[in-house]
T-cell receptor, first 115, second 112 residues
């Protein structure tokens, strides 16, 4: 199993450009999450998808959109990138809610710089 | 808003020593989880403790939970250089639909 994979690993954008961050998991998990990590801020939830076909906003959703393409894939889109979106982005997935253990499994991250 | 806060922000110890990190949170929880993040990598789950548990062990890790004080501690015994990483607590709050709220982390450096 590859676990959670993210593409790309690094990206540099100019202000106003758009891009989509891709995430896929092969663990048959129902729930998927997008976080951003900034120095001194810990991880903050951008959007999450509790199950296929549903998405909900997290703590910092402004400037982002998501798509739960199928059970495996959850993408994050920046429509018009801003320097404030410079960050490391992590995708995560977890087992079906309600089961005994539902720790989250994280991808390796995408380091995004917006100039 | 930050639910969990780790303390200290940074900790430097010698190999073989024990490392203790603390996490305080603000509201009642379903469970509390600890994660480790090596530099430049994703987070890795270490241990989960439920709100009705007081202590849990996993290898060299010992986690305690005091719901009356809204705090948890992570003890790493006989630390190794490979334990050098950032450690985060994350809380699952009732009604949050299983979302986790992460603290800002403790950076642990274990010197050989």
């Amino acid at each position: 199993n590859a676990g959670v994979t993210q593409t790309p690993k690094f990206q540099v954008l100019k202000t106003g450009q758009s891009m989509t961050l891709q995430c896929a998991q092969d663990m048959n998990h129902n729930s998927m999450y997008w976080y951003r990590q900034d120095p001194g801020m810990g991880l903050r939830l951008i959007y999450y998808s509790a199950s296929e076909g549903t998405t909900d906003k997290g703590e910092v959703p402004n400037g982002y959109n998501v798509s739960r393409l199928n059970k495996r894939e959850f993408s994050l889109r920046l429509e018009s990138a801003a320097p404030s979106q410079t960050s490391v982005y992590f995708c995560a997935s977890s087992v079906i809610p309600g089961q005994a253990l539902y720790e989250q499994y994280f991808g390796p991250g995408t380091r995004l710089t917006v100039t | 808003s930050q639910q969990g806060e780790e303390d200290p922000q940074a900790l430097s110890i010698q190999e073989g020593e024990n490392a203790t990190m603390n996490c305080s949170y603000k509201t009642s929880i379903n469970n509390l989880q600890w994660y480790r993040q090596n530099s430049g990598r994703g987070l890795v789950h270490l241990i989960l403790i439920r709100s009705n548990e007081r202590e849990k062990h996993s290898g060299r890790l010992r986690v305690t939970l005091d719901t009356s004080k809204k705090s948890s501690s992570l003890l790493i015994t006989a630390s190794r250089a490979a334990d050098t990483a950032s450690y985060f607590c994350a809380t699952d709050v009732p009604g949050s639909n299983y979302k986790l709220t992460f603290g800002k982390g403790t950076l642990l450096t274990v010197n050989p």
